[in-house]
């Protein structure tokens, strides 16, 4: 062999050496496959939360320049929220909206575009909670609550309001209105009549909120005309369940697969109202709620809703609305702190934060600042002081008038105002005042309204939530950076 063939060969035989000790370290590695990480979603709801219920709540918890937890979210989007047939949404299809990518028609939960809503009937009992939807109405829309059944993770609603109540059931339920709220308890119980197949063979990991009513037959002073005991029925399928504060607070979510939480026949107490021996907090059933999810490795879903804000809202009882909003803010703090306990950037947790739908609150007059409510300082909650002499602002009639008012409602003045001349802050401030109104309505009766809405994102994928978008885009959006 010549020299020129003897450094071939030895150049050659280097090469392959050095590749050979490249390889070697990659034979040393595990066969099997790393487990993937959690895919953690929490959905949270202000029912009827728009930005100046966002913007009275802030000056009320922390004055005008603090910050809520919602303030810090490091992504915003504003959020088109009208529905299928209707300019001003009720709270059934927007919130079907977010959860199924479908526009839907008013009053109607989780089913598909042309889906005819029709009033309940009476039914055995006398209510009208009889299903009138007729055949051929519409088909269900999949949520991303079912889809995240169906990935394999764990999936958990909690609401202030009942638990059939128009936001939680358009996670979990399909039906042509929002008021069958029996077909909709039953949908949520796994192998029984009416059990809404599509959350797979376990059903729901966490149900919690009020509407006790709507679980319980007639016999024992609930609204079910069929005689089904459902709350018998999940506790039969493994569900730990707390019908108060004492049974909830023995119950360890670590040590938990299925929780059922009933405190109330109807809707949960307000929070300014709310008995902590008797109801937990929203902060408290969120945690908890948490806590059962987190035992599937997989991840799971969480759909959490301060449903009280909307009907403190519609009583145009400012001061009710604006505690509900606070005890909402304080739950998305305390679901923040404890999902960076396990997962310190969120790199795999994406925690939403937005509304369904805005009201006709407003902010009147050219108030001075007033810093946060004290028991010595009415705040927001007062009258309008002129910011230039702090003076009492008058109107036109020579009175007084609140800085928060609504466009309707049911505390409209008829004739001249001159009567409210006596108006100040310890009655604008008080727990049960119904702020004025513009337009008059019957009781209870003040409407929603058609503004955007704030949405604010933080977390895996929270980045792609910006602009001004429809409320359909954002379940595109959460489907994504859950990989479902």
Request: hydrophobic fraction near 40%; proline fraction near 3%; charged fraction near 20%.
């Amino acid at each position: 062999m010549n020299c020129k063939s003897l450094l071939v060969a030895a150049l050659s035989a280097a090469f392959l050496v050095a590749c050979s000790s490249d390889n070697a370290p990659d034979q040393t590695l595990p066969t099997t496959p790393v487990a993937a990480a959690p895919k953690n979603v929490i959905f949270f709801l202000g029912d009827g939360m728009g930005l100046t219920t966002m913007t009275a709540a802030r000056i009320y918890a922390v004055g005008e320049d603090g910050e809520l937890t919602m303030d810090t979210l490091p992504e915003t989007a504003f959020v088109k929220t009208f529905s299928n047939d209707a300019q001003v949404t009720d709270s059934a299809p927007s919130m079907a909206a977010y959860m199924t990518g479908v526009k839907m028609n008013n009053e109607v939960i989780s089913m598909s575009q042309n889906t005819v809503a029709v009033d309940p009937i009476a039914d055995a009992a006398g209510n009208k909670l009889g299903n009138n939807c007729g055949a051929n109405n519409g088909t269900a829309a999949a949520t991303l609550l079912e889809l995240a059944k169906a990935a394999g993770l764990s999936a958990g609603v909690v609401s202030t309001a009942r638990v059939t109540h128009a936001t939680p059931a358009a996670t979990y339920a399909h039906i042509c209105h929002r008021d069958l709220e029996n077909d909709i308890a039953a949908a949520a119980v796994p192998g029984g009549t009416g059990y809404n197949s599509a959350l797979g063979t376990t059903g729901l990991d966490v149900l919690m909120g009020g509407g006790s009513q709507f679980f319980k037959p007639v016999k024992d002073g609930g609204k079910r005309a069929d005689g089904r005991d459902l709350i018998a029925e999940l506790k039969a399928r493994n569900y730990a369940y707390a019908s108060n504060a004492t049974e909830f607070n023995a119950i360890d979510g670590t040590k938990t697969d299925k929780l059922l939480g009933l405190f109330t026949s109807s809707h949960m107490s307000y929070d300014l109202d709310r008995d902590p021996a008797k109801e937990p907090s929203l902060a408290e059933m969120t945690t908890k709620a948490m806590d059962v999810l987190a035992r599937n490795s997989k991840g799971y879903f969480l759909m959490v809703e301060g449903g009280r804000i909307d009907h403190a809202l519609h009583e145009t009882t400012a001061k009710k609305a604006l505690q509900d909003t606070v005890a909402f803010d304080n739950a998305i703090k305390a679901a923040i702190a404890k999902a960076k306990l396990t997962d310190p950037t969120l790199a795999n947790t994406l925690i939403v934060v937005t509304a369904d739908h805005d009201h006709t609150l407003v902010l009147n007059g050219y108030a001075k600042r007033t810093g946060k409510t004290t028991a010595a300082n009415a705040g927001v909650l007062g009258v309008v002081k002129n910011y230039v002499t702090g003076a009492v602002d008058k109107d036109l009639d020579g009175a007084p008038y609140s800085i928060i008012g609504f466009g309707n409602g049911e505390n409209r003045v008829q004739a001249s105002r001159a009567s409210q001349a006596s108006l100040d802050d310890t009655v604008t401030s008080g727990n049960t005042y119904h702020q004025e109104a513009v337009v008059r309505m019957g009781v209870g009766s003040e409407t929603h309204g058609g503004t955007d809405v704030f949405l604010g994102a933080i977390g895996k994928g929270a980045d792609t939530f910006n602009g001004t978008i429809d409320n359909t885009k954002v379940f595109n959006l959460v489907k994504s950076a859950a990989g479902l």
